[in-house]
């Protein structure tokens, strides 16, 4: 059976610092609203200066997280949804074009903040209550907000660009060599090299930048390539290993459960389960 329907929604107020220690990603897509206050957003290790009234719209599997930025006192909205809860509510193209989306930042004017945020308050106010037909009403008002979201993306986007300090820059530009060449063998020493920075800078600034070690960020590109051929492919397990850039089947093996929590197999087999669930319904 497929997994079920994941929805949540919560509204957090905090007066004491706080930020995440290292980046994280799901299996679900997230919406985060700035209520109030400043916060430093992480979205695939570029750094957005978030004020209140933003919309961040994260695609699953995207790395992300936040910290402080001024005050430490802030308020924000974050809800978490997969396809399954609401594709009962369209079908599969309309459930695409809805998400197909990246990541990506809205600042919207004061009409349009005061929408949305009546939105996320209903969809908060049912969330609260177990009233009959409540995943229906919670479903239907996050497809209208998504669709609002999506209209403003649309009609008014204007990309925000990330903080980028010289440093920052850097590591953006070491990021982009390791995601061009994630299946070839790469080297804290070969990197170094390449960027002419000592090796012990480069870690330095990697980590302070993105939250990750090189090694831990290399993997992390490495099995999220794997995870696409998972789906896409009817590759053997070992292909997919040596096309993702692991030089033994062993060590993909158990990076991938320690980074998935399931085997590369059971993570197709469920993916197949899932993607038959969803024609079916169609």
Request: with cysteine; charged share 25%.
């Amino acid at each position: 059976m497929a997994s079920s329907p994941h929805f949540s929604i919560e509204r957090i107020k905090r007066t004491e610092p706080f930020s995440m220690a290292f980046d994280h990603m799901h299996d679900a897509y997230e919406i985060y609203y700035l209520l109030s206050g400043e916060r430093y957003y992480y979205i695939d290790n570029r750094l957005y200066a978030l004020q209140a009234g933003d919309l961040i719209f994260i695609h699953k599997h995207g790395l992300h997280r936040t910290t402080n930025k001024g005050d430490a006192s802030h308020e924000r909205i974050l809800i978490n949804f997969d396809e399954a809860f609401i594709t009962p509510s369209l079908d599969m193209q309309e459930t695409w074009e809805l998400l197909a989306q990246q990541h990506f930042l809205l600042r919207p004017g004061e009409r349009e903040r005061a929408a949305i945020l009546s939105m996320l308050e209903a969809l908060l106010g049912e969330n609260d209550r177990n009233e009959p037909f409540r995943n229906i009403y919670r479903r239907s008002l996050l497809v209208q907000l998504l669709v609002y979201i999506r209209r403003l993306h649309n009609v008014r986007y204007v990309p925000i660009v990330p903080e980028g300090s010289e440093k920052q820059q850097r590591v953006y530009a070491i990021i982009e060599h390791i995601e061009a060449h994630f299946a070839e063998k790469l080297t804290l020493d070969q990197l170094s090299s390449a960027f002419f920075i000592s090796s012990t800078y480069l870690c330095k600034i990697f980590r302070q930048t993105t939250g990750f070690t090189v090694v831990e960020y290399i993997r992390y590109v490495r099995i999220r390539q794997a995870q696409q051929y998972l789906k896409e492919t009817r590759w053997p397990v070992t292909r997919i290993a040596e096309q993702a850039g692991f030089d033994s089947i062993a060590h993909f093996g158990r990076v991938f459960r320690q980074m998935t929590g399931r085997s590369p197999l059971q993570y197709r087999k469920q993916f197949l389960r899932e993607n038959d669930a969803d024609e079916a319904a169609t």
